[in-house]
Every structure is written in C-alpha cells, then in structure tokens.
C-alpha cells in the first residue's frame, strides 16, 4: 500500500513508469474482475484500458484515501454496471435482421484459456442476480473485502455478505447440477 501510494505520486508529477507499472500491477486482476462481471473477454479489455485512460488522465488531480486496487476495481465494477445497464437498454432485432451467427469459440492464441471448467463457471456466474455477481466476482476476483464492497455500493456490511452468501450458494446449486453424481 505504501508502494501505491508512491507511485500514486509519482505519477502525479507525469512518470510514465508509475503508470506502467500500476498498469502491469493490477491488470489481471482488473480484467478477471470485468470479465467476470460482463462474460464478455473483449468487451472486459475495453473497459479495463478505457478505466487506466481515465484514470491517467486524472492523475494530476487525483488523492489516493484507500486502496489503489479497491479504487481501480471500483471502477471497473462501477463501468461493468453501467455497461450492462446499457446494453440491456438496448432494443432487440429481429431474426431476420441479423447476420452470420458467430460459433463463439475463442482463437488460437485465447483457446487455452477457455476451458469447458471456466465456460461453466462464466455461465453460472453470468445467470446470478447481478447484485450478487458482482459482490462475488468483487470478492473472488477483484479481492475486495466485504467492507470496501459495501462501502463502495453503500450498503451495509451484513448486505454484502448476504450477497455473497446467497450468490455462492447458487453457484454451488447450479454447478453441482452440471457436474453431476
């Protein structure tokens, strides 16, 4: 955290390095975060990148009062949530609209990463309530405590853990189905 917090200012004063290095720091993380809340690889990129660009540009202004990380997932959850809100705002076409249907599996270089265990995860995670995908995917993922999650949601601790709790449980359900005796 102290190490944040000297990057954090050292980036204030323009250094390239202090942001590669938060850059390469906390991307991962950052991305399995996005793509957990969106079960969209490239769409999580995007928002990662679009997220560090903000943040770069705000720099000169900003204060670090927490956690580098928690802040940058808070970010991301916040635009994750903004991003589904959207697209769910989106009006649906018809069949007859719409083009070639793509088969949905990864190239090459991304085909190691798609196993069928992540592919069953990703779809049981994306079928929670949103309000418990993202305190999970916040949790597991983004490596949240409980009480920076409900901070951030302004929610009580209590709520969160409930989320969590209810959000595991259904996880278990569905993917003890899936597996099977």
């Keep these: 955290m102290l190490e944040d917090r000297f990057l954090v200012w050292r980036l204030r004063r323009g250094s390239r390095e202090a942001l590669c290095t938060i850059y390469q720091r906390y991307r991962e993380d950052l991305l399995r975060l996005a793509a957990g809340l969106l079960n969209d690889r490239a769409v999580a990129e995007d928002l990662v990148h679009d997220v560090f660009v903000a943040f770069a540009g705000a720099a000169r202004g900003f204060r670090l009062s927490g956690s580098l990380k928690g802040y940058l997932a808070t970010c991301v959850a916040n635009r994750a ?41 990703s779809e049981a995670l994306a079928d929670l309530p949103y309000e418990q995908r993202e305190v999970v995917t916040l949790h597991a993922y983004g490596r949240m405590t409980f009480r920076e999650i409900a901070r951030t949601q302004g929610v009580s601790i209590k709520t969160i853990q409930s989320r969590y709790r209810y959000g595991l449980d259904k996880l278990r359900i569905r993917l003890d189905r899936e597996v099977g005796p």
């Excluded at 083009?99 to 085909?111: I, K, Q, R, S």
């Design 81 to 121: 949530r903004n991003a589904n809100r959207d697209r769910h705002r989106q009006h649906g076409v018809s069949l007859d609209e719409v083009g070639p249907v793509a088969t949905g599996l990864p190239g090459p270089d991304l085909w190691i990463q798609y196993t069928e265990q992540f592919r069953q995860v």
